[in-house]
T-cell receptor
Framework: GQNIDQPTEMTATEGAIVQINCTYQ??????LFWYQQHAGEAPTFLSY????GLEEKGRFSSFLSRSKGYSYLLLKELQMKDSASYLC????????????FGQGTTLQVKP | GAVVSQHPSRVICKSGTSVKIECRSL??????MFWYRQFPKQSLMLMAT?????????EQGVEKDKFLINHASLTLSTLTVTSAHPEDSSFYIC????????????FGPGTRLTVL
């Protein structure tokens, strides 16, 4: 089976940096994804890690350590529009490609 | 990223009626699409995997006779909620698997279903 754990809520200040952690247990691993979801909207793809290390994409970076079952999403230069839920999702081994989502972390950015 | 559309965006229906939701991948072919359900302040729960030209694979606890899935082409999957009841009211979201270099899932905008 698979298990994913993220903090439920976080608060940060506009302009700051925030790190959202995700830990997981899985019997098979084929990639870890981060999605952003604003209230009432569908998730949008942010990043994908399948190998250990840091992937940087503008203000967003994602890190993966497969041996530790750990990932984080780093958001720099926070903006008010970054207030959203951030979902960590795991793709297991096998060919289905299905993703299992964590509960999500609701980030509130304050002025 | 790739574009996935979903229709309708919002539907209100009476209890006992059936509702069909369409999911289309607009700029890529998707042999696999997924259907999720999301209740308020909860994460996405995978309902089923829709495979083009074959039967859908349902997750444990999801009634296949109630949630009918058809994936007749490489760009279209449909979810029909049969004999809808108020407890079926939810946000239904589809995603399409783009089997390119990242093998990423792209989500449709979702359908808000309200059953009266």
């Amino acid at each position: 089976g698979q298990n994913i754990d993220q903090p439920t809520e976080m608060t940060a200040t506009e302009g700051a940096i925030v790190q959202i952690n995700c830990t997981y247990q899985t019997s098979g691993f084929n990639g870890l994804f981060w999605y952003q979801q604003h209230a009432g909207e569908a998730p949008t793809f942010l990043s994908y890690n399948v190998l250990d290390g840091l992937e940087e994409k503008g203000r967003f970076s994602s890190f993966l350590s497969r041996s530790k079952g750990y990932s984080y999403l780093l958001l720099k230069e926070l903006q008010m529009k970054d207030s959203a839920s951030y979902l960590c999702a795991l793709r297991g081994s096998g060919n289905t490609g299905k993703l299992i989502f964590g509960q999500g972390t609701t980030l509130q950015v304050k002025p | 990223g790739a574009v996935v559309s979903q229709h309708p965006s919002r539907v209100i229906c009476k209890s006992g009626t059936s509702v069909k939701i369409e999911c289309r991948s607009l700029d890529f072919q998707a042999t696999t699409m997924f259907w999720y359900r999301q209740f308020p302040k909860q994460s996405l729960m995978l309902m089923a995997t829709s495979n083009e030209g074959s039967k859908a694979t349902y997750e444990q606890g999801v009634e296949k006779d109630k949630f009918l899935i058809n994936h007749a082409s490489l760009t279209l999957s449909t979810l029909t909620v049969t004999s809808a009841h108020p407890e079926d009211s939810s946000f239904y979201i589809c995603s399409a698997r783009d089997s390119g270099s990242t093998d990423t899932q792209y989500f449709g905008p979702g359908t808000r279903l309200t059953v009266l």
